[in-house]
């Protein structure tokens, strides 16, 4: 019985990841011009334009900006 409750809350707390995720990729226009103008002067580093916006990875920024911007259409 313990069992299902344990994948019940491995469940769960997968669940609250996924959301977490993707209310992290949710900008501000505060942010995206940012990383647009920051964009424009430093190009594709990404560790420089996360760490002047608090609370961003790397990560969130490139793929925001390759989501957003990507020429492979």
Do not use: C, Y
């Given at each position: 019985?313990?069992?299902?409750?344990?994948?019940?809350?491995?469940?769960?707390?997968?669940?609250?990841?996924?959301?977490s995720q993707e209310s992290k990729l949710v900008?501000?226009?505060?942010?995206?011009?940012?990383?647009?103008?920051?964009?424009?002067?430093?190009?594709?580093?990404?560790?420089?334009?996360?760490?002047?916006?608090?609370?961003?990875?790397?990560?969130?920024?490139?793929k925001y900006w390759t989501t957003r911007y990507?020429?492979?259409?």
């Open positions: 019985m313990a069992d299902s409750s344990h994948s019940s809350d491995d469940t769960l707390a997968d669940s609250r990841e996924e959301i900008f501000s226009e505060d942010e995206e011009a940012l990383i647009t103008r920051m964009f424009n002067l430093v190009g594709e580093r990404w560790t420089l334009i996360a760490g002047r916006i608090p609370g961003r990875t790397a990560e969130e920024i490139e990507s020429t492979s259409q």
